[in-house]
C-alpha cells in the first residue's frame, strides 16, 4: 500500500469563505500560545478592507492561503504601496500577515508565489512584513516570547525568524522596544532633564492633547510627524486621509493623561502619544467584541497597569534639544499617578541612536525586538 503524498498546494482568496480562513487562520494557529493576544476580528478586517482603508487608495494586494494535503497550513499577502516606491524612488514590494506552521516547504511555496507576483508588476526586491503598510503592525517579534505584546504590536512563533532565513530572506532593519517601570525608571534624572530642557527652551510648555478639538490635534500631529520622520528608513509622509482614519480608531482609545503636545512660544514643535494597553483586557476576549467584549473594556480599563508610546515626533529644529524626554517624563509620572506600573517605548529604529539613549537614559530597558526582512527580486 503506497503511502499518501504529502504535497502543498496554493490558492488566491477570492471569495468571501476564502477570506474567512485567511483572516481565522491565526486564531487557530496560535491556540496554544499563553502569550499570543488575540486581535479583535472587526480590526482585523478593517485592515483588509480595500473599499474603505485608505491605505488602498494608492496601494494593491492580493491574498494566498496555502495547505498542505487540503489542510490549512499558512497565508500571506503580496502588497505594493505606490506611495512608498514614489517617495523613495524604489520598486520594493511587501509581504504581509504571514502566518505559517514550521514547514520549510510550505513557507518557500507561499514566498515564491508572492515573489512572482510582484517580480510580474516590476518590482526589483521585497521587504516586510507590513500588515499591511508601514504604519500598521510591521516586524516579526524575534527577541521578548515570554511577555505579552502591548497594545497594536504583534506576537510570533519562536521558529519564524529561522524559518524565513532558511528560505532566503535577510535581516532589513530591527525595530527595539523599552520599558521603563517603577522599579528601573530614573526619576531624578528626568527632574534634572526638565532643568536643563527648560534653561534652553524657557518658552517650552507641555499640554494635553486636546480631545474635544481632535480634528485640530491630528493635522498639528500629521505636520510634525511628517516632518519630524522624512529621513527616517522605511518613512513615506502620511495622507490627511490616512491621519483622519487613524484618529478614528484612536478616539476610542486615546487617554489624554498620556498624549501631549510640546509648544515653544505657542508653536507646536512635537508630539507624543502613549495608549494605555488593552491587550490586557483583550488577551481574555478570543477577538471578539460582541456580544460582551465592549463591556469587560468598559469594566476593567481601570485595572490596566501599561501604557504603550504608540507615536512620537520631534521637529527637525528641536531635536537633540531633550523634548522627547521631557514628554516621555510626563506620560510616565503620569502613568505612575493612575497607577501604571510599566511604560513600553516604541518600536525605535535600531539606527536611531538617539532615541534609544533617550529611551535608556530614563531607566528604560531593552524589552522586545521586532525584525524587518528583505530579499532581492
Same mark, same amino acid.
Given at each position: 500500500m503506497s503511502k499518501k503524498a504529502n504535497t502543498d498546494s496554493i490558492s488566491v482568496v477570492d471569495t468571501k469563505e476564502?477570506?474567512?480562513?485567511?483572516?481565522?487562520?491565526?486564531? *487557530?494557529? &496560535? =491556540?496554544?500560545?499563553?502569550? %499570543?493576544?488575540?486581535?479583535?476580528?472587526? !480590526?482585523?478586517?478593517?485592515?483588509?478592507?480595500?473599499?474603505?482603508?485608505?491605505?488602498?487608495d494608492n496601494a494593491e494586494i492580493e491574498l494566498f492561503l496555502v495547505y498542505n494535503n487540503g489542510k490549512l497550513v499558512g497565508r500571506i499577502a503580496a502588497i505594493i504601496d505606490h506611495r512608498y516606491n514614489d517617495y523613495h524612488d524604489a520598486k520594493t514590494g511587501f509581504f504581509g500577515f504571514f502566518e505559517c506552521i514550521n514547514r520549510?516547504? /510550505?513557507?518557500?511555496?507561499?514566498?515564491?508565489?508572492? =515573489?512572482? %507576483? @510582484?517580480? *510580474?508588476?516590476?518590482? +526589483?526586491?521585497m521587504m516586510g512584513p507590513v500588515n499591511p503598510g508601514m504604519m500598521d503592525e510591521i516586524g516579526i517579534l524575534v527577541k521578548g516570547f515570554q511577555k505579552y505584546p502591548s497594545i497594536l504590536?504583534?506576537? #510570533?512563533?519562536?521558529?519564524?525568524?529561522?524559518?524565513?532565513? *532558511?528560505?532566503?530572506?535577510?535581516k532589513a532593519m530591527d525595530l527595539l522596544t523599552y520599558e521603563v517601570n517603577q522599579d528601573n525608571v530614573d526619576r531624578e534624572r528626568m527632574s534634572r532633564a526638565v532643568e536643563i530642557v527648560k534653561r534652553r527652551l524657557p518658552d517650552i510648555r507641555i499640554r494635553k492633547i486636546r480631545l474635544k478639538k481632535i480634528d485640530e490635534e491630528i493635522k498639528i500631529i500629521q505636520e510634525i510627524f511628517?516632518?519630524? %520622520?522624512?529621513?527616517?528608513?522605511?518613512?513615506?509622509?502620511? /495622507? =490627511?486621509? !490616512?491621519? +483622519?482614519?487613524?484618529?478614528? $480608531? @484612536?478616539?476610542?482609545?486615546?487617554? $489624554?493623561? &498620556?498624549? #501631549?503636545?510640546?509648544?515653544?512660544?505657542?508653536?507646536?514643535?512635537?508630539? *507624543?502619544v502613549a495608549l494605555p494597553?488593552?491587550?490586557q483586557i483583550l488577551k481574555n476576549m478570543n477577538g471578539n467584541l460582541f456580544p460582551f467584549g465592549f463591556l469587560k473594556i468598559l469594566f476593567n480599563r481601570r485595572k490596566i497597569t501599561k501604557i504603550r508610546t504608540a507615536l512620537m515626533g520631534v521637529k527637525p529644529d528641536y531635536q537633540g534639544k531633550g523634548i522627547d524626554a521631557l514628554l #516621555?517624563?510626563? /506620560?510616565? =509620572?503620569?502613568?505612575?499617578? &493612575?497607577? +501604571?506600573?510599566a511604560s513600553e517605548i516604541g518600536w525605535i529604529l535600531e539606527n536611531n541612536i538617539q532615541m534609544n539613549r533617550v529611551a535608556e537614559k530614563i531607566g528604560g530597558e531593552h524589552d522586545k525586538t521586532y525584525r524587518m526582512y528583505q530579499k532581492d527580486l
Open positions: 476564502g477570506k474567512k480562513e485567511f483572516l481565522e487562520f491565526p486564531y *487557530s494557529l &496560535y =491556540e496554544n500560545d499563553e502569550y %499570543w493576544v488575540p486581535p479583535l476580528r472587526m !480590526e482585523q478586517k478593517k485592515l483588509l478592507d480595500t473599499d474603505k482603508n485608505p491605505f488602498y520549510e516547504r /510550505s513557507a518557500q511555496l507561499m514566498f515564491r508565489v508572492v =515573489e512572482e %507576483w @510582484l517580480r *510580474s508588476r516590476g518590482m +526589483k526586491e504590536m504583534p506576537y #510570533h512563533k519562536e521558529y519564524y525568524d529561522p524559518l524565513l532565513k *532558511s528560505i532566503g530572506l535577510e511628517n516632518e519630524a %520622520w522624512k529621513d527616517n528608513w522605511g518613512f513615506i509622509p502620511l /495622507s =490627511e486621509a !490616512e491621519f +483622519k482614519y487613524l484618529a478614528k $480608531d @484612536l478616539k476610542a482609545v486615546v487617554d $489624554d493623561n &498620556y498624549a #501631549h503636545i510640546a509648544e515653544v512660544k505657542g508653536e507646536p514643535v512635537a508630539f *507624543s494597553d488593552y491587550n #516621555h517624563r510626563e /506620560s510616565i =509620572e503620569n502613568g505612575l499617578r &493612575y497607577n +501604571k506600573y
